[in-house]
């Protein structure tokens, strides 16, 4: 499985910005699709994740209400729209992805590169 993340940048706070990771190689539905961030000095953080099949989606209570995941099954292509946006929202963002049914566990056996998410004004 491969994951390409794209769509950081520096944005404003209040300001929106859109993720995107492009997925290949799941070979069945039960999979989810998800990200995770890590701040300067901090652990990493899960955020959200939305399941192939069904669509089902899942946050962090940090980003609950502001975040919104989404997909584009056929392209397997999957979405993170990040709306009032904060400082503390500042980090690199990982695309992850899990086939083993782990991902409520935030088990991910798939990452792709980090994208950089910079809130500042």
């Known amino acids: 499985v491969q994951l390409q993340a794209s769509g950081g940048g520096l944005v404003q706070p209040g300001g929106s910005l859109r993720l995107s990771c492009a997925a290949s190689?799941?070979?069945?539905?039960?999979?989810?699709i998800g990200w995770f961030r890590q701040a300067p000095g901090k652990e990493r953080e899960w955020v959200s994740c939305i399941t192939g099949s069904d669509g089902m989606t899942y946050y962090a209570d940090s980003v609950k209400g502001r975040f919104t995941i989404s997909r584009d099954k056929a392209k397997i292509t999957v979405y993170l729209q990040m709306n009032s946006l904060r400082p503390e929202d500042t980090a690199v963002y990982y695309c992850?992805?899990?086939?083993?049914?782990?991902?409520?566990?935030?088990?991910?056996?798939?990452w792709g590169q980090g994208t950089l998410v910079t809130v500042s004004s």
């Open positions: 992850v992805g899990d086939d083993r049914g782990r991902w409520l566990e935030y088990e991910y056996d798939y």
């Open positions: 190689g799941f070979t069945h539905d039960y999979y989810a």
